[in-house]
C-alpha cells in the first residue's frame, strides 16, 4: 500500500486513521517525561498513543527499536551548551556538569542515548572540538579527547541514575560485611560510613581526572612536535 507524504498509509473509507512514526515518538517521549522512572514498553507506548500495540509493530520491530527512536528524540532536543569560564579547563568542566544534568532525567535513555547511530549529537561534540582545538592536539587525539568528555559524561549518567542511594548502598554493604572473615571487616568498617560523602566528591574527581588525561595529550602532543 503507497504511503502519503506524512508518512501515513491512506485509509479506506470508515476506517480508523492509522499513526505515523511520529505520532508514536512523540507519544512515548511525552509519556517518559509523565513518568521518567517507568518501563516503556510496547504496549505502554501504545496506550500513549491511542493505538493496539499491533499497530506499532509495523514501524517498530521490538522494544530496543522504539526506545532508540525516542532516545535520539530527546538528544536532538536537547539545546546546545552556552559554556562558561575562561579557561578551556572550566568550559569542559562547565559541559561535563551541564549535559550530566540535562541526562540525568532520562535515565531509561542514556544507554540508547550512548548507542546512537543518528548525528543528533553533532552540535555539542562540535562545540566540544572547538574548545579543544586551541590546544594543538593531533586530530587523533583530539578525537580522543571529545570521545573521552561525552562518553564519560553519558557513562556517569547511567551510573549514577541506577546507583542506590548512599545510605541504602553503605547498609547493604554493613549486612554484607558482618558474614565476611575479620581481616575484610577489619579494612572495611571503617570506609563504610565515609562512603556518602565519597559518593558526593566523585563527579568532581571524575572531571579533574578527564581534565588532566586532556592536558596530558596536550603535553605529549607538544613535546612530539617539538621534537620533529
Not at 500500500?1 to 512514526?21: F, I
Not at 517525561?33 to 514498553?41: C, F, G, M, W, Y
Not at 550512548?114 to 574548545?131: C, D, F, H, I, N
Amino acid at each position: 500500500m503507497a504511503q502519503s507524504a506524512t508518512g501515513t498509509a491512506p485509509r479506506g473509507r470508515g476506517r480508523p486513521p492509522r499513526l505515523s512514526r511520529e505520532q508514536i515518538i512523540e507519544a512515548a517521549v511525552e509519556l517518559l517525561e509523565r513518568e521518567p522512572d517507568s518501563d516503556l514498553t510496547i504496549k505502554r507506548a501504545a496506550e500513549a498513543a491511542g493505538a493496539a500495540p499491533m499497530a506499532l509493530y509495523r514501524y517498530f520491530p521490538d522494544r530496543d527499536t522504539l526506545l532508540q527512536a525516542v532516545a535520539d528524540r530527546v538528544l536532538s532536543r536537547i539545546q546546545p551548551i552556552t559554556l562558561t569560564g575562561d579557561t578551556w579547563q572550566e568550559q569542559v568542566r562547565h559541559w561535563m556538569r551541564t549535559s550530566r544534568e540535562r541526562l540525568r532525567p532520562h535515565s531509561r535513555l542514556l544507554p540508547y542515548m550512548a548507542s546512537t547511530q543518528q548525528p543528533v549529537g553533532v552540535r555539542a561534540l562540535a562545540k566540544l572540538a572547538e574548545v579543544l582545538r586551541p590546544l594543538g592536539l593531533s586530530d587523533e587525539d583530539l578525537a580522543l579527547a571529545v570521545l573521552l568528555i561525552s562518553s564519560t559524561t553519558i557513562g556517569y549518567a547511567s551510573y549514577e541514575t541506577r546507583r542506590s542511594p548512599a545510605e541504602q548502598v553503605v547498609a547493604e554493604l554493613q549486612e554484607g560485611l558482618s558474614v565476611r572473615p575479620e581481616n575484610e571487616r577489619e579494612i572495611l568498617a571503617p570506609l563504610l560510613p565515609r562512603l556518602p560523602v565519597a559518593f558526593a566528591r566523585l563527579y568532581d574527581t571524575v572531571l579533574d581526572q578527564t581534565v588532566a588525561a586532556i592536558e596530558a595529550l596536550a603535553t605529549a602532543d607538544s613535546t612530539a612536535g617539538a621534537e620533529r
